[in-house]
């Protein structure tokens, strides 16, 4: 059999479900970073109608994309070439990474708080300082990271291999991101902390 012939066996490119599935995890992170940056500088939605409720509606339409994007990765993942893998990897690897990867963004979660979460040193509500304490003191990014854990705990489940591909996009995907994110992130606390010294 040729490569392209076994490739064909792992990866069907010929399903709208997968391009569906892409098109969901990229828009999230690109809408929040796209509305969060505007509301920084521009406070649109904080003019409208107060900060904590706007950052209240984003995060809640964040959480239900979050949802939709793990239902249509779950279709596109049934319309993909089943792949048989070992009882070791299909399910008691699969759980591992799975429940670690929840594990991580559920820790993450509490730490942050909802706001924290989503977006809301966008709109102006500071945690007191960054939050240093566990997953953060071991992860930089532990919901990312948790997030594309989840994404390979599926797809081994599954057994769908083409899953092992969507999350590598989810990783590159966060990836970019967080090549905004951060810096920007860094500069919202560093001009809080100059404040803060200044009011002392």
Known sequence: MSPFGAASNLLDLSQTSLYICLISITASPLAWNVIGRNEYKNKTLTKLIGARVACTILGVTIFIAGLLRDVLYRIALHDQPQYPLPFELQTVLAWIIFGAGNFLVFTAYIRLGFYGTFVGDYFGILQEKRV???PFSILDNPMYVGATMCFIGAALWYERLAGL?????????????LHFESPFTDMIY????SSVKKDD
């Not at 590598?168 to 995907?173: A, D």
């Not at 560093?190 to 902390?193: L, M």
């Open 190 to 193: 560093a001009v809080r902390g």
């Open 165 to 177: 591909l969507v999350a590598l996009y989810v990783h590159l995907t966060y990836a970019v991101a």
């Open 132 to 134: 240093t304490g566990f």
